[in-house]
């Protein structure tokens, strides 16, 4: 503690240099909290809750379409509790540039193999008995303004109704509020419709679904579970495609990006070239301090001491500017996660950055603190 | 009076690349407790690699150096450095402070080295500026001070732990008449009144009247008989 001028000083010598080295320390540590944090709360908004679920899509293709009969056939198998189906019905709100995110299904399935997006019993009872009813969740009402009562006039590409055109209406009969888990995710911002009412009135494709969404009794029992489904329609021109609900997001997700190696590789890219930076600042440093560093061995200080302060100022300049990114990269990942939606800074990705810290630290100070430590006096202070 | 420094026999040879230098040649020497010694000599004569080696900065390639009871050629870097904080202080030519410290911060950091508390730290550091007259400067950067002031400032940190020898390199070749005069009186003042052992290195013969006795070394020999002069 009695040496912290000593090292205080020697981190302060040249303000500006010590200022901006810090600030691309702050900088790195800012987005290495701020990657890692929508990385990793992509990864917590997966969660475990969806390996109890399983999604039985086309083998073809996601959306492809499959008889909706294979339904009561999946719920013959042991272990199957619960199945609810949809299907894209896709569309839009007066304009194309006002996409929903509308589905088919049944509801009351649907709520209880999603009890996350709190679907009432009064909900569910509401669309039974309408049948063009329609049922939304806050986030969409919200945008849209929408309210019980209303009738949504909603346009679509795809679906031609019987009448022979592409307008559709539904009534709202109920608004529900998912979990904030489910808030952000398409599933809890959805309009969904009643499957029947739908099937019997488009003009094609009926009968057919386009996902199966099993709910099962033990999630250790998914893989078993998955090949008795996709084994149902194994060699007809229906064949299926079972896997957990996070294996099926996890996939979604890297046919969009990689988050994870995008991030890791951006975050080693910049560790990397801030290493060579920060290994510069502190050789440049101790490189101009030579000669008080020998009045120090002069005065008595051992080379080991003096390596230890040169390490320690290192360590201070790293660890100080990383600890400020973080603290600055969780305010941003609030920002950035009321956007973009799961985003979190967890204590792993805290604790791996100050060890990141620590490792650069002593990577960068170690040079310098071994080339203070051999000083030579004579030498040193004759300024050879 | 005791035997504080002797040297028997020292040489001291540099590799300069593939060529070997002798810089001393076998000098023997030998200072009292309580003497002012002065060393003088032209520029690459050895007398700084004399100095260097008395004050344990460097080793002899050959020789016995005995500084304070102890042979000060056989001790390891660490434990010459801890000897070189116990016994020595050192006066440098270019004071050679930290400037990013003020005055008191300098004068501190031997004392860094000591079991002392922070109190007693500063207690120490203000007597000894008191002693060099510059307890008013003790918030200054070595930057805001005079070459006189700067080399008292210098002084004060080579006195500060007490050590049993005080050694300077030329303290006065960076400062005019007057204030090279002040410092020089200031070491007299030490060793007359505190019974400070002082050796000084210096071209300046009106510096080495300041000291108690004055040697001369030449090609790296010391060439005069010691002559006591009235100081």
Redesign the interface.
């Known amino acids: 503690m ?2 912290l ?2 090292i205080w ?2 981190l ?2 040249k303000k500006t240099r010590t200022i901006l080295t810090m600030l691309s320390i702050v900088v790195a540590f800012l987005l290495f909290g701020l990657l890692q944090g929508i990385n990793q709360g992509i990864k917590a908004g997966l969660g475990d809750t969806g390996n109890n679920r399983l999604w039985t899509t086309a083998r073809m293709s996601a959306v492809s379409s499959m008889p909706a009969s294979l339904m009561d056939r999946m719920q013959s198998i042991k272990g199957v509790r619960t199945i609810t189906h949809l299907s894209f019905f896709g569309g839009y709100f007066q304009d194309a540039k006002n996409p929903l995110p509308a589905f088919a299904t049944n509801v009351d399935k649907l709520a209880i193999v999603y009890p996350e997006l709190n679907i009432t019993p009064a909900q569910i009872a509401a669309m039974k008995s309408t049948r063009p009813g329609a049922l939304i969740g806050r986030p969409l009402a919200k945008k849209y303004g929408w309210k019980v009562g209303d009738k949504i006039p909603v346009g679509t590409t795809i679906w031609t109704n019987i009448d022979g055109n592409n307008n559709w209406a539904f009534d709202v009969v109920g608004i529900f509020d998912p979990t904030p888990q489910f808030e952000k995710s398409p599933l809890g911002s959805a309009f969904w419709i009643n499957y029947d009412y739908w099937d019997e009135a488009r003009k094609f494709d009926n009968h057919r679904v386009h996902q199966f969404i099993v709910q099962i009794e033990d999630p250790k029992q998914a893989p078993v579970i998955s090949a008795q489904i996709d084994k149902l329609s194994e060699n007809s021109p229906d064949e299926t495609r079972t896997q957990t609900e996070n294996a099926a997001l996890t996939s979604q997700l890297k046919q969009l990006a990689d988050i994870n190696f995008i991030a890791n590789s951006i975050v080693g890219a910049v560790m990397f070239t801030l290493l060579f930076l920060t290994a510069n600042t502190m050789m440049q440093s101790v490189r101009e301090r030579i ?2 560093l020998a ?10 001491t003096i390596s230890v302060l040169v390490l320690i100022e290192s360590l201070m300049l790293c660890l100080f500017a990383a600890a400020l990114g973080l603290v600055l990269s969780a305010g941003a990942i609030k920002i950035v996660g009321s956007v973009l939606g799961p985003a979190t800074l967890l204590p792993i990705v805290v604790i791996t950055g100050l060890l990141i810290a620590v490792g650069l630290a002593i990577i960068s100070g170690l040079p310098p603190a071994l080339r203070a430590q051999r000083l030579n ?2 030498d040193a ?1 004759a300024g050879r | 009076m005791s035997t504080l420094v002797s040297l028997n026999n020292v040489v001291k040879r540099y590799q300069r690349g593939k060529q070997s230098v002798e810089v001393l040649h076998g000098v023997n020497l030998s200072i009292e407790q309580g003497e002012f010694l002065s060393l003088m000599g032209p520029s690459g004569s050895g007398k700084t690699t004399l100095l260097n080696l008395i004050a344990g900065l460097d080793q002899p390639t050959e020789g016995e150096v005995n500084v304070a009871g102890e042979r000060i050629d056989k001790l390891s870097g660490g434990k010459l450095a801890k000897w070189r904080a116990r016994h020595i202080g050192f006066v440098f030519q270019f004071y050679n402070l930290l400037p990013v410290l003020t005055a008191a911060r300098n004068v501190e950091v031997p004392l860094l080295l000591t079991n002392l508390s922070g109190a007693q730290r500063k207690q120490n550091v203000r007597a000894v500026l008191e002693l060099v007259g510059l307890a008013d400067r003790a918030t200054h950067k070595p930057s805001e001070l005079s070459g006189g002031q700067q080399q008292r400032v210098s002084i004060a940190r080579a006195l500060v732990a007490d050590p049993t020898l005080l050694v300077c390199d030329e303290p006065t070749g960076d400062l005019d008449r007057e204030n090279a005069e002040e410092i020089l009186k200031l070491l007299q003042t030490l060793n007359r009144e505190q019974g400070k052992t002082i050796i000084m290195v210096t071209h300046d013969p009106l510096a080495a009247d300041h000291a108690s006795r004055t040697l001369h070394v030449d090609k790296g020999r010391l060439v005069d008989s010691p002559v006591r002069s009235a100081a």
């Not at chain 1, 009045?295 to 080991?304: D, E, M, Q, R």
Request: charged content about 15%; aromatic content about 14%; glycine content about 18%.
């Open positions: 009695k040496y001028m000593l000083a020697g302060w010598r000669p008080e009045v120090l061995k002069t005065l008595g200080f051992t080379g080991g006096i004579v202070l």
